[in-house]
């Protein structure tokens, strides 16, 4: 199975940067889709971006963080980065790193996620 580590959370003020690392291992297939989600406490699971990872290499971002946020891939190294600038109190949640073999979009149930790495915005 495909397993996901993800780092780079924690604590930072509003107007600040973090950049969130995933590490991609134990597959025998590249996912054709990685994302990145977020859930806030007493809030949904909500999709942060999505890219497909052919074909172009086309990019969704949620409305929320469209301009701020920024996904890179690095498959020689199996990476997945997210680069988080001009953060906001709202973005505080537990971010994670996602992977799919089927469906792509910011409102689809990935087939595996990472445990996740807690961003705080205050």
């Known amino acids: 199975d495909v397993q996901l580590v993800e780092s780079g959370g924690g604590s930072v003020q509003a107007g600040g940067t973090l950049n969130l690392s995933c590490a991609v291992s134990g597959y025998r297939f590249r996912a054709n889709c990685m994302g990145w989600f977020r859930q806030a406490p007493g809030k949904e699971r909500e999709g942060v971006v999505i890219?497909?990872?052919?074909?172009?290499?086309?990019?969704f971002y949620g409305d929320s963080v469209k301009g701020r946020f920024a996904i890179s891939q690095d498959n020689a190294k199996d990476m997945v980065y997210l680069q988080m600038n001009n953060l906001k109190v709202e973005d505080t949640g537990k971010y994670y790193c996602?992977?799919?073999?089927?469906?792509?979009?910011?409102?689809?149930?990935?087939?595996?996620y990472g445990q996740g790495t807690q961003v705080t915005v205050s």
């Open positions: 890219s497909w990872a052919s074909g172009g290499g086309q990019t």
């Open positions: 996602a992977a799919s073999y089927g469906l792509c979009t910011l409102n689809a149930r990935f087939g595996f």
